[in-house]
């Protein structure tokens, strides 16, 4: 029996296998790296050992020092979660050997499929079928997906349209590959870019009983990495979902799996499926899997590794549909850039509480005054919605994130809504270039009317904040309007102009709207006999209006404009903090627009930087290693005109 279980990970994961132990009555055990130092997980937890330092390679990936704390905190289990060491079958046998009981599978069939190539060749031999690694592609081969052999979550991976491209995208991935998974080793494949990506919940029990828990539709990505996920998978046919299924347990059969496991599939569109990799682990997506099925897949992880039997020869069938959409700290609009700093608030409202129960579910990481940092991936939770069709549970999952408050870095939110209501998704048209070929319309900059009542309705909370009673005792003269400035995260400036006379509110370029109630943090306004309510929240200069229109974040500004710190008009700045991994161009090349000088790592993920214009670097102040702030300046491009 296990009575006291290590999470090693942070975060999401950990709090919602903190929940399954609660739930059991096993007592629980965290690790944390000095950045989560009051993270919610730590506080949860029974007990939370300090692992110091910041850089994972020193605490989340440090297996001997993971040890250690569990056995410091008398833990007599250890479950990895997802990411880190989860796939890490040398960290499962240091667990084992430390007389620790594993919660995953057993050390050799992570071996075995921790190599993508090795595994589609074990697999290949016992039927399944794969897409074959291309050692010589061809021109007939393209488009080619080049691909890191260990590891995931999108990292390693680059599409090839010319052979032209191909070497540097192979050093690319092999660079950012070496870094994440510590090996190098990278295959080529063909890049099916109309495909879904479909997979199936595996869950095996020691004494030969294999689940298929089912199949998720995870095709809603942006940069290899999942954003939208549901169960079941929307529009197979029964031939093809009992061939998924088939394969999915052949594949756990093959390496007589013990635990959790999920078999990912290519779908094509004339119903051929492929074997891409097995992940070892619990998913990101599982909730969506518990949602349908009614089961908690931790607590029947934890009874796998006790030696307990599955409660049963088979899965329970699925009953209605569940959809999981990622809310990441990053910016759609401008190419998923990572945004850090202070999140305020994070609520939405959630309709049950069991996790396995049935309506809105929200998993998150992070709380009200969580500081969200480069150090580790975007995203701060994941929110579920379960209802009897699909369609109910897009509206759902839609609506919860519309009217949730967020308040802090920038987010995806706009976009999942805005893809969640998308009449592709909702007719299921879905493949792995969903979220590209709709990008204009999925991250169009918000309408100009919306942003500019949000402004309206920030000046008159703050003028309520600074005032006893609106209207009264505050009346205007007409020569003397109030004027607030705001800018938008998009840097355009707005000026609002109001009056509140005793005939009601003039303000310029809002013709119509009248002021109801004003208050600090509530705005009432009608317009043309229509009230809308305009929920207000400051912090500092920070201002977050959320409304029926939709949610605005603004900067309040100083009444009269300062003086701005002039940069050289060829200089890049850093876009975000993070960490200079490589530089790809020396000072005294002639660049192109659009060559990448260097490559920034924030969140897990790399973002390329790239020249502005034609010219030549004549400046290069980013050193690979270097931690970088954000507006840093890494380097400077001029025109021959100007060298």
Known sequence: MITNLLVANRGEI????????????????????DPDADAPHVREADTAVRLPGGAPADTYLNGAR???AALAAGADAVHPGYGFLSEDAGFARAVRAAGLRWVGPQPEAIEAMGSKTAAKRLLAAAGVPVLDALDAPTEADLPLLVKAAAGGGGRGMRVVRTLTELPAALAAARAEAAGAFGSDEVFCERYLPAGRHVEVQLLADAHGTVWAVGDRDCSLQRRHQKVVEEAPAPGLGPAVRAALHEAAVTAAEAIGYTGAGTAEFLL???????FLEMNTRLQVEHPVTEAVTGLDLVALQLAVAEGRPLPGPAAPPPAGHAIEARLYAEDPAHDWRPATGTLHRL??????????????RLDSGVGGGTEITPHYDAMLAKVIAWAPTREAAARRLADALARARIHGPATDRELLVGALRHPAFLAGRLHTGFLAEHADALTAPPDARRTARAALAAALADAAGRRTALPSGWRNLPSQPQLKRYRTDDGAELEVRYRLTRTGLRAEGHPGV???????GLVVLCEDGLR?????ARYGDRVHVDSPL???ALTALPRFPEARVRTDPGALLAPMPGTVVRVTAAVGDAVTAGRPLLVLEAMKMEHRITAPADGILVELRAVPGEQVETGAVLAVVKSPEEV
């Open 532 to 536: 809308r309510a305009y929920r207000v």
């Open 514 to 520: 009248g002021l109801v109630e004003a208050a600090p």
């Open 347 to 360: 609520e939405l409202t959630v309709d049950h509480q069991e996790f396995t129960g049935r309506g809105v």
């Open 14 to 33: 950990a709090r919602r296998i903190f929940r399954t132990c609660r739930e059991l009555g096993i007592a629980t055990t965290a690790v944390y790296a």
């Open 268 to 274: 094509t569109a004339d119903g051929r499926c492929w």
């Open 550 to 552: 939709g949610a605005t």
């Open 66 to 68: 993971i040890v250690e």
